[in-house]
């Protein structure tokens, strides 16, 4: 069964960290794109990074510059985003992404999608 699970979110504090995985299986994580989104209540998912396989470079919206992190672990099939330094806007439900385009633009279609895991900022 081809599906991305994740894990990681929770209740963080204002400045805390927290680090959210994505487990694929039924697909070599290896061979494709990767992408996190959010979606806060009463607003549009967004882009929060992205790494494309055509060229390997991370991206990420401006809010989050310098304090996410995006990477993957090929022998594990697993990928990641590291949050720090966090802030109450950072709060909303996190989605990761995969897709076989080799696109460097984070948005448009992608093949997989993870499951949802909350994130909530608050002291």
């Known amino acids: 069964q081809v599906q991305l699970v994740e894990s990681g979110g929770g209740l963080v504090q204002p400045g805390g960290s927290l680090r959210l995985s994505c487990a694929a299986s039924?697909?070599?994580?290896?061979?494709?794109?990767i992408g996190w989104f959010r979606q806060a209540p009463g607003k549009e998912r967004e882009v929060v990074s992205c790494?494309?396989?055509?060229?390997?470079?991370?991206r990420y919206r401006d809010s989050v510059k310098g304090r996410f992190t995006i990477s993957r672990d090929n022998a594990k099939n697993t990928f990641y985003l590291q949050m720090n330094s966090l802030k109450p806007e950072d709060t909303a439900v996190y989605y990761c992404?995969?897709?076989?385009?080799?696109?460097?633009?984070?948005?448009?279609?992608?093949?997989?999608w993870g499951q949802g895991t909350q994130v909530t900022v608050s002291s």
């Open positions: 992404a995969a897709r076989s385009s080799i696109s460097i633009r984070c948005t448009g279609d992608y093949d997989y």
């Open positions: 039924g697909f070599t994580l290896d061979y494709y794109s």
């Open positions: 790494v494309s396989n055509s060229d390997g470079i991370a």
